[in-house]
């Protein structure tokens, strides 16, 4: 069982690493903009977060403050990808504090995953 749930978080951290990397391939590319990759590494790590909150598989207890605040930067994030889409359809462009947040906010997720313990 342990093995299983070894396997979704390597899922949970490869939707990450999809999103961040979508993203970062734009900062590169100069473009600013909200991409499907991006929407596809959010849902994935969404996803396999989901799984990983349910008490399966462990012999410890949940650290349900660090599954809050993952939960809460993920819808957030979520909200970013939304309004940036919407800008991007509407203007060409999404703005930059935009494109930052989500950046910056991938990556603290991801951080809190691997540091928080």
Do not use: C
Not at 31 to 36: A, D, N, V
Not at 58 to 82: P, Q
């Amino acid at each position: 069982m342990e093995t299983l749930r070894g396997i979704v978080v390597l899922i949970h951290l490869v939707g990450f690493a999809v999103l961040f990397g979508a993203w970062v391939v734009e900062w590169v590319n100069g473009k600013r903009g909200i991409t499907r990759l991006m929407n596809w590494g959010l849902a994935i790590a969404g996803a396999a977060g989901l799984v990983l909150a349910a008490p399966w598989g462990i012999e410890y207890d949940l650290n349900y403050a660090k599954i809050g605040t993952k939960l809460v930067i993920l819808i957030v994030i979520g909200a970013l990808l939304g309004i940036g889409a919407g800008r991007q359809r509407k203007t060409g462009s999404v703005p930059a504090a935009i494109f930052w947040s989500i950046g910056i906010l991938t990556l603290a997720n991801a951080a809190i995953a691997v540091l928080w313990r």
